[in-house]
């Protein structure tokens, strides 16, 4: 069993700044990806950043140069640094976690950027 917990959601305003927090426990072992998805009303669930467990990240494009994804291996925690915040990026933000072929999904968290 893995449990997500994820932190760090709010609204905020548009040019501001969060930093989401998602804490893996449970039976982990070879944890070999993390990352963070987002799901807009109306819309599919995207890819916005993730973190090989050697470090190695990718973006959505819409994302580069504002957000940061790094994680901490001894913890177990993955954390998505978000600046320069826009209306366009108000959505519920969900933690991944990949052991092998097999994903978990943390249950979410609101974050909300008003003009």
């Known amino acids: 069993q893995v449990q997500l917990v994820e932190s760090g959601g709010g609204l905020v305003q548009a040019g501001g700044s969060l930093r989401l927090s998602c804490a893996a426990s449970?039976?982990?072992?070879?944890?070999?990806?993390m990352g963070w998805y987002r799901q807009a009303p109306g819309k599919q669930r995207e890819m916005v950043a993730r973190?090989?467990?050697?470090?190695?990240?990718n973006y959505t494009d819409s994302v580069k140069g504002r957000f940061t994804i790094s994680r901490d291996n001894a913890k177990n925690t993955v954390y998505l640094q978000m600046n320069s915040l826009k209306p366009e990026d108000t959505a519920v933000y969900y933690c991944?976690?990949?052991?092998?072929?097999?994903?978990?999904w943390g249950q979410g968290t609101q974050v909300t950027v008003s003009s």
């Open positions: 991944n976690l990949m052991i092998g072929s097999i994903g978990y």
């Open positions: 449970g039976s982990i072992f070879m944890i070999s990806l």
């Open positions: 973190i090989t467990i050697g470090g190695t990240t």
